[in-house]
């Protein structure tokens, strides 16, 4: 099973060494990664391997059965060899903006639930460009600007971020209803990952996450539509790099 390194709190981590478990053609598996494989509405990271003999482009991250498999576009050389010790780059800037969208999702979610006491139906967050569905909702656009409003304010109280693990039963207790889909999380899950903004928000995520809220700079609420019956969907961009 591939080591999560970025996990629990290592997710700023962006260069590191490995040894290469298994592979096929198109694939590397390494005992332990910090590229982000994707799952939680956050894309995977992309960068380089790079061995003795060879260079790849990684191209795509995901899970497979407890492993995690990193699909590569080779630069030079062959696929290495199981026992190949190999040195990573996860391109920083995408992962610093996948970070910040991430974070700014969260901030976003907890306003809304908040103002509206509608909960996130699902997200999807994109170095560019990121969305949200809340139910149930039905934004207008005085509503829009509230939140954009209440949102930027929390961001530049620059509240620290803390990722870590805790047990589940404490997590389920801080939690407020409505802020996470405990019940979609296997009970086999035990510890739970928790990101916590300082005395704002409290929710289980697996994602990439900035370490205050100051870095994600400003959100700007770009759209909102319904999606379906009591369904909206609010996008936004970050407006500082």
């Not at 910090?34 to 990271?45: H, M």
């Not at 407890?66 to 010790?85: I, K, N, S, Y």
């Not at 697996?206 to 770009?222: D, K, M, Q």
Request: hydrophobic residues 30%.
């Amino acid at each position: 099973m591939t080591e999560l390194r970025y996990l629990p709190d290592g997710d700023d981590v962006t260069t590191f060494t490995a040894t290469v478990t298994e592979t096929t053609d198109d694939a590397v598996f390494l005992d332990g990664t910090y590229f982000y494989p994707e799952g939680g509405g956050q894309p995977a990271d992309r960068g380089i391997l790079e061995w003795h003999d060879g260079v790849a482009d990684v191209s795509d991250v995901r899970k497979d059965h407890g492993e995690v498999r990193h699909d590569v576009d080779l630069r030079e050389g062959t696929v290495p060899d199981a026992g190949t010790t190999v040195e990573a780059w996860v391109d920083e800037e995408r992962r610093k903006q996948l970070s910040r969208m991430h974070t700014a999702q969260h901030v976003v979610s907890r306003v809304v639930l908040e103002e509206y006491g509608a909960s996130t139906a699902g997200n999807q967050v994109y170095p560019d460009r990121s969305r949200i569905d809340f139910e149930p909702a039905s934004f207008d656009d005085e509503d829009r600007e509230r939140i954009e409003r209440r949102t930027n304010a929390a961001i530049e109280r620059d509240l620290a971020v803390v990722k870590e693990n805790r047990p589940r039963d404490v997590v389920e207790a801080e939690v407020d209803e409505g802020r996470a889909l405990l019940d979609l999380i296997p009970d086999s899950v035990d510890p739970l990952r928790v990101v916590e903004i300082e005395a704002f928000d409290t929710c289980p995520c697996g994602g990439t996450h900035v370490s205050s809220l100051g870095e994600i700079g400003r959100v700007s609420i770009v759209d909102h539509t319904s999606k379906g019956e009591d369904v909206d969907r609010i996008e936004f961009e970050l407006e500082n790099s």
